[in-house]
């Protein structure tokens, strides 16, 4: 039972702090806020969380098992490379659209002034992601005949590219410009860019 309460605070510290990410784009989040936010005292926060570093770290670990779990079904259910793409690519849109404020972590807005080994793991989170995208584009060769008209490597990071700056641009537009807003019409056109077939 009392695992059980202690998890659901710490839920409930990280549901605050993605609330306050949102709706103070811009501003810094303080210890002293975050405990207001949660209606507890700063020293209930540091019984759940050693430092807000620690919490923050709790909302990367929520993006990378929320998107790293949903990438590998996509990977079990799709056997098209340029469609697992697709779907990779979406699924990252789709998640910082509903997540507004743990975005703001993800283009480092939230992490100005905060411990480095946050930015290093927002880094890993993004090459992991890209990684992933080669290792698809790398099979498909073998498996489609599927052939990319920049190297591997530029690729997969073109990929990655366009979808990192729809999300920036979310984040800088605080919120109002939608990261899959004209997605479904500009990705055929990354199709024909990226992809040929073998011949």
Same mark, same amino acid.
Do not use: H, W, Y
């Given at each position: 039972m009392e695992n059980t309460h202690k998890l659901s605070r710490k839920e409930q510290i990280l549901q605050a702090l993605a609330h306050m990410l949102e709706h103070n784009p811009g501003s810094r989040i303080t210890t002293s806020r975050l405990a207001k936010e949660v209606g507890v005292s700063e020293a209930a926060l540091y019984r759940h969380?050693?430092?807000?570093?620690?919490?923050?770290?709790? &909302?990367?670990?929520?993006?990378?098992?929320?998107?790293?779990?949903?990438?590998? @079904?996509?990977?079990? %259910?799709?056997?098209?490379?340029?469609?697992?793409?697709?779907?990779? &690519? $979406?699924?990252?849109? $789709?998640?910082?659209?509903?997540?507004? *404020?743990?975005?703001?972590? &993800?283009? *480092?807005?939230?992490?100005?002034?905060?411990? %480095?080994? &946050?930015?290093?793991?927002?880094?890993?989170?993004?090459?992991?992601? %890209? $990684?992933?995208?080669k290792q698809i584009i790398r099979e498909a060769e073998f498996r489609e005949g599927l052939r990319t008209n920049l190297t591997l490597s530029g #690729? #997969?990071? @073109?990929?990655?590219?366009?979808? %990192? *700056?729809?999300?920036?641009?979310?984040?800088?537009?605080?919120?109002?410009?939608?990261?899959t807003e004209l997605w479904s019409e500009q990705w055929p056109l990354l199709v024909v860019a990226v992809f040929r077939k073998n011949t």
């Open positions: 969380f050693p430092s807000k570093a620690k919490m923050f770290e709790g &909302l990367i670990i929520f993006i990378e098992d929320t998107i790293f779990s949903r990438v590998k @079904l996509i990977l079990a %259910e799709e056997k098209s490379a340029i469609r697992r793409c697709e779907q990779v &690519l $979406t699924l990252l849109l $789709t998640f910082t659209e509903k997540n507004p *404020g743990i975005t703001r972590i &993800l283009t *480092g807005d939230a992490l100005m002034g905060e411990t %480095e080994r &946050l930015r290093s793991r927002v880094i890993q989170f993004f090459d992991r992601l %890209e $990684t992933q995208i #690729a #997969a990071n @073109l990929l990655m590219a366009a979808a %990192e *700056g729809r999300i920036s641009q979310f984040v800088r537009s605080e919120f109002k410009r939608s990261p």
